[in-house]
């Protein structure tokens, strides 16, 4: 059959998107360094005397160092089997933090 819907190995191929099961080292590596920015960040705008409710809350985050590798590369969410999900099945989540979870998890 000829035509722009024509059958080809693209397009019965599965998913246009393909998220790999597990982070690579290259990734998890850029994933720590992203978070030690973030706390570079934080860390120099409390040093610069600064006052406000974002701030205090960025403070409560446990640090880079503080976090548990299961808290660095994964997140909590209700409807995956046993609670936890790769970070990077997150969208945008490169750009969110999740540094803590919910109690008992």
């Known amino acids: 059959m000829f035509g722009p819907f024509r059958a080809s190995n693209v397009n019965f191929g599965g998913l246009l998107w393909k998220i790999p099961w597990k982070l690579s080292a290259t990734r998890k590596a850029n994933a720590r360094h ?25 403070l409560e985050l446990p640090k880079e160092h503080e976090m548990p590798a299961r808290d660095k590369y994964t997140v909590f969410t209700p409807h995956a089997r046993g609670y936890r999900k790769g970070i990077h099945k997150v969208p945008k989540w490169t750009r969110i933090t999740q540094r803590t979870n919910p109690r008992g998890f």
Request: proline share 0%; hydrophobic share 55%.
């Open 34 to 58: 992203r978070l030690k920015k973030v706390d570079a960040v934080i860390e120099a705008v409390r040093a610069s005397g600064v006052q406000c409710a974002a701030l205090v809350k960025a």
